[in-house]
């Protein structure tokens, strides 16, 4: 007898009241079923038609994710009997299955995140992790394959970052990146035909929206070096705040990894977090306070300049990304009070740094070298970062015209 297949719901409820959508394998009258990872309420669900109904939201994706799950089975079936086996729904069941690779987005997107882990990109994962998530809690499952990832889908997933989490344009920009990021691996895996992709320029566009930078001027900085009445805490975080200033926006990260045998010469060598790359910058007058500030904990010339990391677990990048991350949250804390103190009024946290001497800088430093001090590795990187604070030619051209 020949066997078939069928979408069906089960009558197995979950807690929101929910049934299960199952692929219905018989043979020789015995059934078996092999659940898609969806549930629909049961109005919802034309028993005739083994469709969605369009009282659902999702009736056209989840409709059509059926109607390629059936064809894949019937393909499937079809090979199988070419075989000339007598094979039980069990079986059939088990050979469509049991070997199958892995084909979610979720599978893929695991094995992403785990390559970022054995890779130590600590912060790249724990950003990538939460933006994982936001897919699966969207879809409601962790079923989800990479065709019903389509343009509807992630117009849709676009508002309910937007309406759920209140995120930014940019930020709702780089879930899509992890998206995508995933589809391309997944294509490179033969999971998934490059013909259904749906980023491009006429389908779902990646663009970083422009973004004002905020950094402190001459006066916000020059009232943050010199504010009195500080506790301790507040002192240090204004510090590494300055410290990061000094040597044009170091992250905090890179501050507080740096050792006593880093300087020499008169000057600081280190290597970046971010890219690994190795730099020597020339130790300002300015910052030789503040190394001289923390000389008393000095324990030997590979001894950590900062307190942070001199009790983590060197052979952990756990560890240490974890105590770096408080420790840049409790800076970041402590630089509201000296904002309050130091009058202030721009929010200031440990990245600003960053921005404040991008700010500084203005038009006086030539762009081959504030990218030397900004350490990126594309051009294009330190014009559009500097964009955001060179306005004399805009401000110049105005006046010239209204100026009458």
Same mark, same amino acid.
């Given at each position: 007898?020949?066997?078939? =297949?069928?979408?069906?719901?089960?009558?197995?409820?979950?807690?929101?009241?929910?049934?299960?959508? =199952?692929?219905? *394998?018989? !043979?020789?009258?015995?059934?078996?079923?092999?659940?898609?990872?969806?549930?629909?309420?049961?109005?919802?669900?034309?028993?005739?038609?083994?469709?969605?109904?369009?009282?659902?939201?999702?009736?056209?994706?989840?409709?059509?994710?059926?109607?390629?799950? +059936? +064809?894949?089975?019937?393909? =499937?079936?079809?090979?199988?009997?070419?075989?000339?086996?007598?094979?039980?729904?069990?079986?059939?069941?088990?050979?469509?299955?049991?070997?199958?690779?892995?084909?979610?987005?979720?599978?893929?997107?695991?094995?992403?995140?785990?390559?970022?882990?054995?890779?130590?990109? +600590?912060?790249?994962?724990?950003?990538?992790?939460?933006?994982?998530?936001?897919?699966?809690?969207?879809?409601?499952?962790?079923? &989800?394959?990479?065709?019903?990832?389509?343009?509807?889908?992630?117009?849709? #997933?676009?508002?309910?970052?937007? /309406?759920?989490?209140?995120?930014?344009?940019?930020? *709702?920009?780089?879930?899509?990146?992890? *998206?995508?990021?995933?589809?391309?691996?997944?294509?490179?895996?033969?999971?998934?035909?490059?013909?259904?992709?749906?980023?491009?320029?006429?389908?779902?566009?990646?663009?970083?929206?422009?973004?004002?930078?905020?950094?402190?001027?001459?006066?916000?900085?020059?009232? #943050?070096?010199?504010?009195?009445?500080?506790?301790?805490?507040? @002192?240090?975080?204004?510090?590494?705040?300055?410290?990061?200033?000094? #040597?044009?926006?170091?992250?905090?990260?890179?501050?507080?990894?740096?050792?006593?045998?880093?300087?020499?010469?008169?000057?600081?060598?280190?290597?970046?977090?971010?890219?690994?790359?190795?730099?020597?910058?020339?130790?300002?007058?300015?910052?030789?306070?503040?190394?001289?500030?923390?000389?008393?904990?000095?324990?030997?010339?590979?001894?950590?300049?900062?307190?942070? &990391?001199?009790?983590?677990?060197?052979?952990?990048?756990?560890?240490?990304?974890? /105590? @770096?991350?408080?420790?840049?949250?409790?800076?970041?804390?402590?630089?509201?009070?000296?904002?309050?103190?130091?009058?202030?009024? !721009?929010?200031?946290?440990?990245?600003?740094?960053?921005?404040?001497?991008?700010?500084?800088?203005?038009?006086?430093?030539?762009?081959?070298?504030?990218? !030397?001090?900004?350490?990126?590795?594309?051009? /294009?990187?330190? *014009?559009?970062?500097?964009?955001?604070?060179?306005?004399?030619?805009?401000?110049?051209?105005?006046?010239?015209?209204?100026?009458?």
């Amino acid at each position: 007898m020949a066997s078939n =297949a069928k979408i069906v719901v089960r009558k197995k409820v979950n807690k929101e009241g929910l049934y299960p959508l =199952a692929i219905r *394998i018989t !043979k020789n009258r015995k059934s078996t079923y092999h659940y898609i990872g969806h549930y629909v309420d049961l109005q919802d669900w034309d028993e005739n038609k083994s469709r969605v109904r369009k009282s659902n939201t999702n009736s056209v994706r989840l409709n059509n994710l059926l109607a390629t799950k +059936l +064809l894949e089975v019937n393909k =499937a079936l079809v090979d199988l009997q070419s075989e000339k086996k007598d094979y039980s729904a069990n079986q059939i069941k088990e050979s469509l299955y049991s070997e199958s690779k892995s084909s979610t987005f979720y599978d893929v997107a695991n094995d992403f995140l785990f390559e970022l882990e054995e890779n130590n990109k +600590l912060a790249q994962l724990s950003a990538d992790k939460v933006r994982v998530n936001h897919v699966i809690n969207f879809n409601k499952s962790k079923q &989800l394959t990479f065709p019903e990832i389509d343009e509807q889908f992630l117009r849709k #997933f676009k508002i309910y970052l937007k /309406k759920e989490f209140k995120l930014s344009d940019r930020s *709702i920009v780089n879930n899509l990146v992890v *998206i995508r990021t995933i589809y391309n691996r997944a294509i490179k895996m033969n999971l998934v035909d490059r013909k259904l992709y749906p980023f491009g320029s006429d389908k779902i566009r990646i663009k970083f929206p422009e973004t004002e930078k905020i950094g402190l001027n001459k006066k916000d900085v020059v009232a #943050f070096e010199t504010v009195k009445n500080l506790t301790d805490s507040e @002192t240090h975080a204004r510090n590494i705040w300055l410290f990061s200033f000094y #040597f044009a926006g170091i992250r905090a990260a890179d501050v507080l990894e740096i050792r006593w045998s880093d300087i020499y010469d008169e000057r600081l060598h280190y290597r970046m977090n971010k890219n690994s790359k190795l730099l020597s910058l020339k130790i300002p007058e300015k910052a030789l306070s503040i190394l001289e500030y923390y000389k008393s904990t000095k324990c030997s010339d590979n001894d950590f300049v900062f307190p942070e &990391l001199k009790k983590a677990d060197l052979d952990d990048a756990k560890d240490v990304y974890t /105590k @770096t991350k408080t420790a840049t949250k409790k800076f970041n804390k402590y630089l509201v009070e000296v904002a309050k103190k130091a009058k202030v009024k !721009k929010k200031v946290t440990m990245h600003i740094a960053r921005h404040s001497f991008g700010n500084l800088s203005e038009d006086k430093i030539p762009i081959k070298m504030l990218q !030397k001090l900004y350490r990126h590795s594309d051009l /294009k990187t330190t *014009i559009s970062y500097q964009a955001n604070f060179i306005h004399k030619d805009a401000d110049d051209a105005l006046d010239s015209v209204i100026n009458f």
